[in-house]
């Protein structure tokens, strides 16, 4: 079982910033990838980035440029750095890990408990 908790979402004006992090913890998994989703009400989750295990990115058209994915394998830990915040970003955030069983080479997703993110003046 792995369990990811985020953090660092919050209310930020237009043209700020905000860095999310998302830490997975448990035993006997594999990282492969890590990556941010995005929901508002009424629409479906969309991915925001995805970092690989080699350290490969991903972004949506959308956050090109202004958001970074990154990632602390010690850490089993991805970071999302936003910069120049518009009220198009506004959504909670969900952290999610794609990851394979030691023991049975299984491969499993997990998904974390989501962060809102509002960008407003």
């Known amino acids: 079982q792995v369990q990811l908790v985020e953090s660092g979402g919050g209310l930020v004006q237009p043209g700020g910033s905000l860095r999310l992090s998302c830490a997975a913890s448990?035993?006997?998994?594999?990282?492969?990838?890590m990556g941010w989703y995005r929901q508002v009400p009424g629409k479906q989750r969309e991915l925001v980035a995805r970092i690989s295990s080699d350290g490969s990115t991903i972004y949506a058209d959308s956050v090109k440029g202004r958001f970074t994915i990154s990632r602390d394998n010690a850490k089993n830990t991805v970071y999302l750095q936003m910069i120049s915040l518009n009220a198009e970003d506004t959504a909670v955030y969900f952290c999610k890990a794609i990851v394979t069983a030691d023991d049975s080479k299984r491969g499993y997703q997990y998904w974390g408990q989501g962060t809102q993110v509002t960008v407003s003046s």
């Open positions: 448990g035993s006997g998994f594999s990282i492969n990838a």
